[in-house]
């Protein structure tokens, strides 16, 4: 019997473990090309996703467009019934879109008259008055829309600002005068 030495032994551990590599390189290509498959599979099936909540949102949709169609195609004369008719259908046709959107949880807020909250409102500008609060909502061009909890839009406003000290003395003046003339007025 022949006994092996320690260069012997060495080569012998040294192809083990070359053997146990390629075993874990190969381990982990093919785990590797699994994870790039499994990624793929779910972009795909993510965009199936997306289509399929946008076919469902536009189909729903659709519906309202057919109408706006068959309301534009309406060879209107201009007297007061055909106007009417007109915008009673308009009135449907915006009704229908409303229910068709609130659906899909849209709702529609506003924030005029309420303290400005910049979560829900986003101000377009502010506007001295005496007539509101500052920091009120007095006007509001675009309303905000939620998507469930969701912001989708917010509200566009004009927030109340306190009138400025020498613009409230020159309304007073004008106050008096005006007053003044009157009576002057009354008097002649």
């Known amino acids: 019997m022949?006994?092996?030495?320690?260069?012997?032994?060495?080569?012998?551990?040294?192809r083990a473990k070359d053997a146990e590599v390629a075993d874990m390189?190969?381990?982990?290509?093919?785990?590797?090309?699994?994870?790039?498959?499994?990624r793929k599979r779910w972009q795909r099936e993510r965009e199936e996703l997306r289509?399929?909540?946008?076919?469902?949102?536009?189909?729903?949709?659709?519906e309202i467009w057919d109408n706006f169609e068959r309301a534009l195609?309406?060879?209107a004369e201009d007297n007061e019934k055909t106007l009417e008719s007109y915008r009673k259908g308009v009135e449907l046709i915006f009704s229908q879109f409303s229910d068709a959107l609130a659906k899909y949880g849209l709702m529609q807020y506003s924030c005029l008259g309420e303290e400005f909250d910049p979560t829900k409102a986003e101000a377009l500008g502010y506007m001295e008055t005496s007539e509101a609060k500052p920091g009120q909502v007095v006007e509001e061009p675009k309303k905000g829309f939620m998507l469930g909890d969701?912001?989708?839009?917010?509200?566009q406003v004009i927030v109340a600002r306190e009138v400025k000290e020498e613009k409230k003395e020159a309304e007073a003046s004008e106050e008096t005068t005006?007053?003044?003339?009157?009576r002057e007025d009354k008097e002649v």
């Open 51 to 62: 289509i399929q909540a946008q076919a469902e949102v536009l189909g729903a949709l659709v």
């Open 150 to 155: 969701y912001l989708l839009r917010p509200a």
């Open 2 to 14: 022949v006994k092996k030495g320690p260069v012997s032994k060495l080569k012998e551990e040294l």
């Open 178 to 182: 005006g007053k003044q003339r009157s």
């Open 25 to 38: 390189r190969s381990l982990a290509l093919r785990t590797a090309a699994e994870f790039d498959n499994a």
């Open 73 to 75: 195609a309406v060879d």
